[in-house]
């Protein structure tokens, strides 16, 4: 297990069309998370799972967004009717979850253009 | 509602000069504190956390809880520490929020 992996690497789409990201979380992690980065600024916070029951979602995300982790394993992150304001990049971690599992560990994120 | 706030976007320091780097906190219970570094090209990865109270690579925070604050330091800034660091804030359920993130520019 080389840690989370996240595809694609980067996505060009036009406005208006649908894009999905794919994380495969470190295999005994049962927590994942998804967020957001845009240049020069931290991440933020999107939504995040405790194996398959998604536990919140950011009240500022629009309903274009959803995501799953539907066998509590991957997860997908899709977002409809892209707008150029989604362009950003999508970071997926994952974490034991458990009081010594706090560490979140990082993909390296899917970049999104929309044109 | 948890918040964390890094009031300086940039910190530039000389080699061998001490750093601190700033984080204050938002949250109503007694939350977990971290600090993540990004170093160039480099995924996002956990610095240290506070209930472990480590030195990692010659970094130290303490959390104070009157202040609510986390501030990150070290003694002597060497010029790989040049990254971005971010603090975050793991509340209930292990909802974790991050600041804006510092970048630190260690001269030569």
């Known amino acids: 297990d080389t840690g989370v992996s996240q595809n694609p690497r980067h996505k060009i789409t036009k406005r208006g069309q649908n894009v999905t990201f794919r994380c495969d979380p470190i295999?005994?992690?049962?927590?994942l998370y998804w967020y957001r980065q845009t240049l020069g600024q931290g991440p933020e916070f999107l939504t995040y799972?405790?194996?398959?029951?998604?536990?919140?979602k950011s009240r500022l995300l629009s309903d274009r967004f959803s995501a799953e982790r539907p066998k509590g394993s991957f997860s997908t992150l899709e977002i409809q009717r892209t707008e150029q304001g989604d362009s950003a990049m999508y970071l997926c971690?994952?974490?034991?979850?458990?009081?010594?599992?706090?560490?979140?560990?990082f993909g390296e994120g899917s970049r999104l253009t929309v044109l | 509602a948890q918040r964390v706030t890094q009031p300086e976007k940039l910190l530039s320091v000389f080699k061998g000069a001490p750093v601190e780097l700033k984080c204050n906190y938002s949250?109503?219970?007694?939350?977990?504190l971290f600090w993540y570094v990004q170093y160039s090209r480099q995924r996002l990865q956990l610095l240290l956390r506070?209930?472990s109270r480590e030195s990692i690579k010659g970094f130290t925070a303490d959390l104070n809880k009157g202040e609510t604050s986390f501030h990150l330091k070290k003694p002597f800034a060497q010029e790989e520490d040049s990254a971005m660091y971010y603090c975050?804030?793991?509340?209930?359920?292990?909802?974790?929020?991050f600041g804006t993130g510092t970048k630190l520019q260690v001269i030569p």
């Open positions: 971690a994952s974490s034991l979850g458990d009081l010594n599992g706090w560490e979140l560990f």
């Open positions: 295999s005994e992690h049962n927590r």
């Open positions: 799972f405790q194996n398959e029951a998604q536990l919140e």
């Open positions: 949250y109503s219970g007694s939350p977990e």
């Open positions: 506070h209930i």
């Open positions: 975050a804030l793991a509340g209930g359920y292990q909802k974790v929020t």
